[in-house]
């Protein structure tokens, strides 16, 4: 099943931080696109904001810090997120590390989380997130495939 716009549609309000249009758009969604669909789509785009913001060589130390500062900015992601999981997942999209011994909603909720952190720390404009959301399902697509 390839990704569809109404798959993307609940992302992009993600990002752009209009979370009950996200809960709504995400309500709507066929339950058969939420599994694997839009659950893929997000990881996809979280694999993609890592990427972006993270070099292959990426110390642990820059991970931290980053997990950090986004804990910092938002007492929400703070209690709702485990650090030392947190870090994980990001090395984990970085150097492939398994990360078999994690819940895997635990992990896609920290994808979630984090990958909404980093885009949103990069200002995009309309046309960014266009892109983003572009290579975002040209990724999920292929691991849909």
Same mark, same amino acid.
């Given at each position: 099943m390839?990704v569809?716009?109404e798959m993307?549609?609940?992302?992009?309000?993600?990002?752009?931080?209009r979370?009950?249009?996200?809960d709504?758009l995400?309500?709507?969604l066929?339950?058969k696109a939420k599994?694997?669909?839009?659950r893929?789509?997000?990881s996809a785009?979280?694999? *993609? $904001?890592?990427? +972006?913001?993270? &070099? !292959?060589?990426?110390?642990?130390?820059?991970v931290?810090?980053? *997990? $950090?500062?986004? +804990?910092?900015? &938002? !007492?929400?992601?703070?209690?709702?997120?485990?650090p030392?999981?947190?870090?994980?997942?990001?090395?984990?999209a970085?150097?492939g590390?398994s990360?078999?011994d994690?819940?895997?909603?635990?992990s896609?909720e920290a994808q979630?989380?984090?990958?909404?952190?980093?885009?949103?720390?990069?200002?995009?404009d309309?046309?960014?997130?266009?892109?983003?959301?572009?290579?975002?399902?040209?990724?999920?697509?292929?691991?849909?495939?």
């Amino acid at each position: 099943m390839p990704v569809t716009d109404e798959m993307v549609a609940p992302l992009r309000a993600l990002l752009t931080r209009r979370y009950e249009e996200h809960d709504r758009l995400f309500g709507i969604l066929d339950p058969k696109a939420k599994n694997p669909g839009y659950r893929v789509l997000v990881s996809a785009a979280f694999v *993609v $904001a890592v990427e +972006r913001r993270f &070099s !292959p060589d990426v110390k642990p130390e820059e991970v931290i810090e980053f *997990v $950090a500062d986004a +804990r910092s900015r &938002s !007492p929400h992601f703070a209690d709702r997120m485990d650090p030392v999981i947190a870090e994980r997942v990001v090395l984990a999209a970085v150097t492939g590390q398994s990360l078999d011994d994690i819940d895997p909603r635990t992990s896609w909720e920290a994808q979630s989380v984090l990958m909404s952190a980093i885009v949103g720390s990069e200002g995009l404009d309309d046309a960014g997130l266009n892109a983003f959301l572009a290579e975002a399902r040209k990724l999920a697509d292929e691991w849909l495939a």
